[in-house]
């Protein structure tokens, strides 16, 4: 196992700045996702820790020690990219065995190794059948193993899912934190997708125009974005994010939310908060599971544009012409698009955003 320390690393392509100033820590076994849109910079970090790129600025340090002129075959590093690298000219036993044949290690202890992974990865049945002749599936399955086989102290995964079908990517989603878990790698995986970062990394490095926005636990990015981006990108659907302004009211600050004809009083903590600052217009954040549908009829309502229901769960927007806000409710029974649904808003989980800066308050 081997800590990782991105220290104020930084990436240019030219005039254009990749990555700009990105200090990160990763303990020894830890699962650190870097989940971001298209083009903020993830594969650029990645490439760095394996050493396919050099930084223009800051220090990659593994265990305290400078890895900049280590060569990549030198860092303990294991790799596997978004489309598997098999040699298809070989049996799936050939493959996995690979790299401990280049390691030079007795035939006994590579049999012993090619086994425990094919039983691990259910690649057994399939271990003497050419590479060639095999799905996409299994061949990404192939891939990770025989990176796996060779236990890299880091191992790296860079949207390793992307190609698999949907129903394949969930069985590999559970197997790959087992994996992680029987070996106790340090493992950064990059992806575009929340569901992959939620489920399977200790923590999560959400990323954006190649600045770091956020390091927290699945948990914590989820319920404490720090900011509007994080707020938007994680959760599906996103954090509901209406503009409103500030009232006080008889010593209670609330948030005049004028489009949804909404003026709910705040939580204690965010309402002291607000009280610290100057006025201005802020964002006001909750959940779509925060709201529910108020059977008993004290509560407000609001116009119904769309109904989707998926299975146990339904989706609603509230608006008129376009949706101002989501609601997932689990039972969304005689809730009809065009007609008004009595609503309550839960307050705790509420986030507010300073409208200037994005940023969370409180
Ligand atoms: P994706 O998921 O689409 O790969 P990403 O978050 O991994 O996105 P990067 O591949 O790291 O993004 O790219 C970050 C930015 O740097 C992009 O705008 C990309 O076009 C640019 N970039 C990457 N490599 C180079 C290069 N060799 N030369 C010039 N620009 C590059």
Redesign the pocket.
């Known amino acids: 196992m081997t800590s990782i320390h991105l220290e104020n690393l930084e990436k240019s392509?030219?005039a254009?700045q990749?990555l700009k100033t990105m200090d990160l820590k990763i303990a020894d076994g830890e699962f650190m996702a870097l989940l971001?849109p298209?083009?903020?910079?993830?594969?650029?970090?990645m490439n760095m820790i394996a050493g396919m790129e050099r930084p223009t600025g800051g220090r990659i340090l593994f265990d305290g020690r400078d890895m900049i002129d280590v060569p990549m075959g030198r860092r303990g590093v294991g790799f596997v990219f978004q489309n598997y690298a098999i040699f298809t000219h070989m049996t799936v036993r050939d493959n996995l065995a690979f790299g401990l044949k280049m390691r030079r290690l007795p035939a006994a202890d590579i049999n012993r190794r090619v086994k425990q992974m094919a039983e691990f990865l259910q690649l057994t049945e399939l271990l003497d059948k050419p590479s060639a002749k095999l799905s996409v599936n299994i061949l990404q399955r192939l891939a990770i193993g025989r990176s796996a086989i060779v236990e890299p102290a880091i191992f790296l995964l860079d949207?390793p899912l992307s190609n698999v079908d949907a129903a394949f990517r969930a069985v590999m989603r559970t197997e790959l934190k087992h994996l992680q878990r029987q070996f106790r790698q340090t493992m950064v995986y990059?992806t575009?997708d929340q569901l992959e970062a939620m489920t399977m990394a200790d923590r999560i490095a959400v990323?954006d125009h190649?600045v770091l926005q956020q390091v927290g636990t699945p948990l914590e990015v989820y319920n404490h974005p720090a900011n509007l981006f994080v707020a938007n990108f994680i959760g599906a659907p996103g954090m509901n994010l209406i503009r409103g302004s500030v009232t006080e009211e008889s010593d209670e600050i609330r948030v005049d939310l004028g489009q949804l004809g909404l003026s709910p009083a705040l939580p204690q903590g965010l309402a002291a908060a607000l009280r610290r600052r100057k006025r201005g217009d802020v964002w006001f954040g909750f959940r779509p599971e925060q709201v529910s549908i108020d059977r008993t009829g004290s509560g407000i309502s609001l116009p119904v544009l769309f109904v989707e229901r998926i299975g146990a769960r339904t989706t609603l927007h509230f608006g008129a012409e376009r949706t101002l806000a989501k609601a997932v409710i689990d039972n969304g029974e005689g809730i009809e698009a065009g007609k008004m649904a009595p609503v309550a808003l839960a307050s705790e989980g509420v986030r507010l955003f300073d409208a200037e800066t994005g940023m969370a308050i409180g």
Do not use: L, N, P, R
């Open positions: 392509f030219g254009f990749a971001g298209s083009g903020c910079g993830k594969s650029t970090t949207e990059v575009h990323m190649g």
